[in-house]
């Protein structure tokens, strides 16, 4: 098992650098989906009430360095405030004077909030001095940024090694995600069913492999299963389709893994285009998951944010939160279906992890999980 240090065991109060994932979805400066902003109070709550000051900080989308206005944190500052009932301030930039003098100046409970850590090349580059910048901004160190926990980046890996090592912790958030997602990987009890689909296999296909030595059978939809039927030789028409990812594709189809994988009987087709599984896969899919006794689900059967082609992705959440199972979803776009579906509070455990809840449960170390790990067993 793995154990994380928790925030029980830092000398508080104390102020806290507080590293979420608030990479959430915006259509504009609207906020689609606050799950993460939301699945932060609890820790946010302890630590104010301790007399915490909290220097809160995270990335927003990919401005690859460079600052962007698009991927500004502003917006979440505004619902955050709203989320707390409390002000929340604010510094135009996570390094220098400003972020620095505000930091110092909050009182007990009060909470500031970075600017975008990605507006810095440092952050990706995993840089020592751009993690020693952020280090002066506080005495301990909380981790919630599961979503990001896969990446080795500066303010997830580099900067809680500056740290004394009694000074860092996962908060709530991490902790319950690492409990809920070892459930899945520590199978016990069969058949496990994973459903895997979104647009692309590039960048997943590492955790592809494993989970198909891992689950007893594994559902493909969304853009993912093009490329595995264009894999099988068959011409899916103008259909998206990962060129590259046709031999991996292969590989896995005609590999002697553990699990079965099933790629959809039918399609809902658009102008030559596969934009949502068809009936008959419903509900073979449907039929596999209502026997399952561990379900992980990552990303949608469709392009589900269009009425027409949200069928599919509604029919298998439904049958997700039916399943007499352990049940957990991960990814931004499949925790949104199965909250707009209704279900949400059906599944076991919704993981604010996309990529980062895929690689946990193929078995990946994860380096913001690794940094925080104390004597498992
Ligand atoms: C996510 O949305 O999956 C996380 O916030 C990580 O974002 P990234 O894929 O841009 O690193
Ligand atoms: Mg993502």
Same mark, same amino acid.
């Given at each position: 098992?793995?154990?994380?240090?928790?925030?029980?065991?830092?000398?508080?109060?104390?102020?806290?650098?507080?590293?979420?994932?608030?990479?959430?979805?915006? &259509?504009?400066?609207?906020?689609?989906?606050?799950?993460?902003?939301?699945?932060?109070?609890?820790?946010?709550?302890?630590?104010?009430?301790?007399?915490?000051?909290?220097?809160?900080?995270?990335?927003?989308?990919?401005?690859?360095?460079?600052?962007?206005?698009?991927?500004?944190?502003?917006?979440?500052?505004?619902?955050?405030? *709203?989320?707390?009932?409390?002000?929340?301030?604010?510094?135009?930039?996570?390094?220098?004077? &400003?972020?620095?003098?505000?930091?110092?100046?909050?009182?007990?409970?009060?909470?500031?909030?970075?600017?975008?850590?990605?507006?810095?090349?440092?952050? &990706?580059?995993? +840089?020592?001095?751009?993690?020693? *910048?952020?280090?002066?901004?506080?005495?301990?160190?909380?981790?919630? !940024?599961?979503?990001?926990?896969?990446?080795?980046?500066?303010?997830?890996?580099?900067?809680?090694?500056?740290?004394?090592?009694?000074?860092?912790?996962?908060?709530?958030?991490?902790?319950?995600?690492?409990?809920?997602?070892?459930?899945?990987?520590?199978?016990? #009890?069969?058949?496990?069913? !994973?459903?895997?689909?979104? !647009?692309?296999?590039?960048?997943?296909? #590492?955790?592809?492999? !494993?989970?198909?030595?891992?689950?007893?059978?594994?559902?493909?939809?969304?853009?993912?299963?093009?490329?595995?039927?264009?894999?099988? @030789?068959?011409?899916?028409?103008?259909?998206?389709?990962?060129?590259?990812?046709?031999?991996?594709?292969?590989?896995?189809?005609?590999?002697?893994?553990?699990? *079965?994988?099933?790629?959809?009987?039918?399609?809902?087709? +658009?102008?030559?285009?596969?934009?949502?599984?068809?009936?008959?896969?419903? =509900?073979?899919?449907?039929?596999?998951?209502?026997?399952?006794?561990?379900?992980?689900?990552?990303?949608?059967?469709?392009?589900?944010?269009? #009425?027409?082609?949200?069928?599919?992705?509604?029919?298998?959440?439904?049958?997700?939160?039916?399943?007499?199972?352990?049940?957990?979803?991960?990814?931004?776009?499949?925790?949104?279906?199965?909250?707009?579906?209704?279900?949400?509070?059906?599944?076991?455990?919704?993981?604010?992890?996309? @990529?980062? =809840?895929? *690689?946990?449960?193929?078995?990946?170390?994860?380096?913001?999980? &690794?940094?925080?790990?104390?004597?498992?067993?």
């Amino acid at each position: 098992m793995i154990r994380i240090k928790t925030i029980d065991h830092l000398p508080l109060p104390a102020r806290v650098f507080y590293r979420v994932d608030y990479n959430v979805p915006l &259509e504009g400066a609207r906020i689609a989906d606050a799950t993460r902003i939301e699945e932060t109070l609890r820790t946010l709550r302890i630590l104010r009430e301790k007399g915490c000051p909290v220097v809160i900080a995270s990335h927003l989308g990919r401005p690859k360095g460079e600052r962007k206005a698009k991927y500004s944190l502003e917006p979440v500052r505004a619902r955050l405030a *709203e989320l707390l009932s409390a002000d929340v301030q604010w510094a135009s930039d996570c390094i220098g004077d &400003e972020a620095r003098q505000k930091a110092n100046s909050l009182l007990p409970g009060q909470v500031l909030l970075l600017e975008n850590l990605r507006f810095h090349a440092g952050e &990706e580059a995993n +840089d020592d001095a751009f993690a020693h *910048e952020l280090h002066e901004l506080a005495d301990v160190y909380v981790n919630d !940024a599961f979503g990001a926990c896969h990446r080795a980046h500066a303010s997830i890996d580099a900067l809680p090694r500056l740290f004394p090592s009694d000074r860092i912790a996962g908060g709530l958030l991490l902790a319950r995600e690492i409990e809920f997602l070892q459930k899945v990987t520590n199978v016990t #009890e069969r058949p496990f069913v !994973a459903l895997l689909g979104g !647009a692309k296999i590039a960048g997943k296909i #590492e955790p592809l492999e !494993a989970l198909v030595r891992l689950a007893d059978t594994v559902l493909i939809g969304g853009g993912m299963a093009n490329t595995f039927v264009a894999a099988k @030789g068959v011409a899916m028409g103008a259909s998206l389709v990962d060129k590259g990812s046709i031999d991996v594709a292969g590989r896995i189809l005609d590999g002697n893994a553990r699990a *079965e994988v099933v790629l959809p009987a039918d399609f809902v087709v +658009d102008n030559m285009l596969a934009l949502d599984i068809g009936p008959r896969t419903e =509900s073979e899919y449907a039929a596999k998951i209502a026997g399952a006794r561990i379900v992980f689900w990552n990303g949608p059967m469709g392009v589900f944010e269009k #009425e027409a082609f949200a069928k599919g992705t509604m029919a298998v959440a439904r049958a997700v939160a039916e399943a007499d199972a352990t049940t957990v979803v991960g990814g931004g776009e499949s925790v949104e279906a199965v909250k707009s579906s209704g279900f949400a509070d059906r599944i076991t455990h919704i993981s604010t992890g996309g @990529g980062a =809840s895929l *690689e946990f449960i193929a078995g990946e170390a994860l380096p913001g999980v &690794e940094v925080l790990r104390t004597g498992d067993q």
